[in-house]
Nanobody, 115 residues
Framework: QAQLMESGGGLVQAGGSLRLSCAAS????????MNWYRQPPGKQRGLVAQ???????NYADVVKGRFTISRDSAKNMVYLQMNDLKPEDTAVYYC?????????WGQGTQVTVSS
């Protein structure tokens, strides 16, 4: 499976914005979905946003209206625009791409939101 690398994390004040990017090391075929997960400190990893091969987007209720997932299929890139960030958004954010052969994960990027 291709390797994924996230970028764009960092420290931001509450109300601020960040844009995460995820790049694949090689072209990925037969993509089913491209996803962003996050794992807050001491909690389990959970799905934040998803964009399917057909372009349908799904969001966790807690980020609806604030986060936007997008992709550049030609470049195998997926993005997560995060606006109006809250301290509870603090987590390690992971990129995930699922295709017909399995899935790939990135190493994660830390997002810290200060109050």
């Amino acid at each position: 499976q291709a390797q994924l690398m996230e970028s764009g994390g960092g420290l931001v004040q509450a109300g601020g914005s960040l844009r995460l990017s995820c790049a694949a090391s090689e072209r990925i075929f037969s993509i089913v979905s491209m996803n962003w997960y996050r794992q807050p400190p001491g909690k389990q990893r959970g799905l934040v946003a998803q964009i399917t091969v057909g372009g349908v987007t799904n969001y966790a209720d807690v980020v609806k209206g604030r986060f936007t997932i997008s992709r550049d299929s030609a470049k195998n890139m997926v993005y997560l625009q995060m606006n109006d960030l809250k301290p509870e958004d603090t987590a390690v954010y992971y990129c995930n791409i699922q295709n017909l052969r399995g899935e790939s994960w990135g190493q994660g990027t830390q997002v810290t939101v200060s109050s």
